[in-house]
C-alpha cells in the first residue's frame, strides 16, 4: 500500500502552477525551482516513457525546464491549467527528440511559440477541471491499493518510473513473460475499479 499511496499523494493539490508560472515569467528563480521540486521526477517519468533512454530523458527534461523558464510568459491560463501545459513542453520535447533522433533537443523561437500554443490547447482539454483530476486520482489511488504489491509495483515501474518490460524483469527478478500478464492483468483490474 506505501508504493501506490505515496505516488498519488506526492502530488500538492494546494501549488499554485499558474501564480509559479507568472513568477517565472517576471524573473523569480525560486518559481522554477518550486516547480522543478513539485514535478522533476513525474516529468522524467514521461520524458522515460517516450525517449526510452534516461541520459536522453534526462537531456529532454533540462530542455523543458529551460523552455518553461524562457517561456513562461507566454502561458495563457484561459486556454488550459499550469500543469497541463508543463507537461505539454515536456512530453513534446520528448516526441521531437524522438523524431530527430537527436540526444540533444534544442527549439528554436518559432518552433517553441508553435508548442506553447499547442500545449495551452492540450493543457486545456487534459486538466479543465482541477477538482476531476483530484477526484479521479483520489480513485486511483484507492483502486491502486486494492492491487497485490507486485502487480502494483509492475504497473508504477511501466507507467511512472518509464521502465520497459524487460526492465521491469530484470528489477523484479521475475520471467519477462510473467511481468507482461501482471501488468495486463493489472491494468485491468484498474479499469475495472476506476469505472
Not at 513525474?42 to 517516450?50: N, Q, T, W, Y
Request: glycine letters at 6%.
Amino acid at each position: 500500500m506505501g508504493t501506490a499511496l505515496k505516488i498519488a499523494s506526492d502530488t500538492d493539490h494546494s501549488f499554485d502552477y499558474e501564480q509559479a508560472l507568472q513568477r517565472c515569467a517576471a524573473g523569480d528563480r525560486q518559481a522554477l525551482q518550486d516547480i522543478y521540486t513539485q514535478e522533476s521526477h513525474r516529468l522524467l517519468g514521461v520524458a522515460l516513457r517516450i525517449v526510452r533512454q534516461r541520459q536522453q530523458a534526462e537531456d529532454v527534461l533540462h530542455d523543458a525546464f529551460m523552455n518553461i523558464w524562457t517561456q513562461a510568459a507566454r502561458f495563457d491560463a484561459t486556454l488550459g491549467s499550469g500543469r497541463g501545459w508543463i507537461y505539454s513542453v515536456t512530453r513534446n520535447l520528448a516526441l521531437n527528440s524522438v523524431r530527430s533522433g537527436a540526444r540533444e533537443v534544442s527549439v528554436d523561437e518559432e518552433t517553441a511559440e508553435a508548442l506553447d500554443t499547442q500545449a495551452s490547447m492540450e493543457a486545456h482539454h487534459e486538466l479543465a477541471d482541477a477538482f476531476a483530476l483530484h477526484t479521479s486520482l483520489g480513485k486511483l489511488n484507492d483502486c491502486l491499493s486494492r492491487l497485490e504489491p507486485v502487480r502494483r509495483n509492475c504497473i508504477l515501474y511501466a507507467y511512472v518510473d518509464g521502465c520497459s518490460h524487460g526492465e521491469i524483469a530484470a528489477r523484479t527478478r521475475t520471467p519477462l513473460g510473467t511481468v507482461k500478464a501482471w501488468i495486463r492483468r493489472g491494468m485491468g483490474s484498474l479499469r475495472e475499479c476506476m469505472s
